[in-house]
C-alpha cells in the first residue's frame, strides 16, 4: 500500500490572499451567527506553534481558544464558534524553536466586507467544525459533514475530538479499493489531489473504533 500524504488543518485555508494579513498583522471578521473568523498569512522560519487568543480586555485576561496542528502553513485561520459575543478582543502567539515568542497586538472584528462569510454555513457548534460554500457540486448533492471537497478542491476531513480510533477506507465509483488509513490521529487535515487521479465522485467508509459510522461520497469536480 502507497503511503498517504496529507497536510493538516485547523480551521480553514482560504483562497482570496487579499482577505489575509501577514503577522504579526492578521485580520478578523464578523460572519454572522456570533462567529468570528481569524486569518493571517506568514513568512516565518523554524516555528514551533501558533495559538489563536481571545479576551474581553484589549490588553490583559487573554485565553488560548485554540492551537494549531501544523503552524507551517503560510495561509491559514481559525473559525470561533463559541465566543460570548462578537465584540471580543483576539491576538495570535507565535512560538519559534529555541524557545523566542511574539504575540501580536489585539484586535476587534470587523464586519465582513470581502465575501469571506459566504464560505460558511451557520449550522456550525464548535470551533473549527466550519463547512465551506459547495457552489461546485452537482444539483441535489449533500457532502459529509466528516469528509468533503472543499472550494480549494482538496477533500477535506474532520473528525470529532473524541478519544475513538477513526479508520477510512477509499473506493471507486465503482467499488475498487483505493486505499485507507487506519488510527487516523489528526482530526483536522486536508488530502493532496495526488490521490484520487480521475474526477467524480469517490466512496468512502467512516470507522470509529472498528464500526461504521457513515458510508457516503465525495464529488472532485474536473478541474480536481
Not at 459533514?145 to 472550494?151: G, W
Request: no cysteine.
Amino acid at each position: 500500500m502507497k503511503k498517504i500524504l496529507f497536510f493538516l488543518l485547523t480551521g480553514v485555508i482560504y483562497t482570496n490572499v487579499q482577505a489575509q494579513e501577514a503577522l504579526p498583522d492578521f485580520s478578523v471578521y464578523k460572519v454572522g451567527g456570533g462567529r468570528v473568523v481569524v486569518a493571517w498569512m506568514h513568512n516565518y522560519q523554524a516555528i514551533k506553534q501558533i495559538s489563536i487568543q481571545r479576551s474581553t480586555d484589549s490588553l490583559n485576561f487573554f485565553k488560548t481558544i485554540g492551537t494549531l496542528p501544523d503552524p507551517s502553513l503560510q495561509q491559514n485561520g481559525f473559525a470561533d464558534a463559541t465566543a460570548p459575543s462578537d465584540n471580543m478582543f483576539y491576538r495570535i502567539f507565535v512560538m519559534f524553536e529555541g524557545g523566542k515568542y511574539i504575540s501580536t497586538k489585539s484586535k476587534r472584528p470587523t464586519v465582513d466586507s470581502t465575501g469571506m462569510a459566504d464560505a460558511y454555513n451557520s449550522g456550525n457548534k464548535s470551533n473549527t467544525e466550519v463547512n465551506l460554500n459547495t457552489n461546485f457540486l452537482p444539483a441535489g448533492f449533500q457532502q459529509s459533514s466528516y469528509v468533503f471537497t472543499s472550494p480549494d478542491r482538496y477533500v477535506r476531513v474532520e473528525l470529532p475530538f473524541d478519544k475513538r480510533k477513526y479508520d477510512i477506507k477509499f473506493y471507486s465509483e465503482s467499488g475498487q479499493p483505493l486505499f485507507e488509513m487506519t488510527n487516523i490521529k489528526e482530526r483536522r487535515f486536508k488530502l493532496d489531489r495526488s490521490y484520487f487521479a480521475t474526477a467524480g465522485y469517490i466512496n468512502f467508509e467512516l470507522y470509529a473504533d472498528d464500526k461504521m459510522i457513515e458510508k457516503h461520497k465525495v464529488f472532485l469536480p474536473k478541474d480536481f
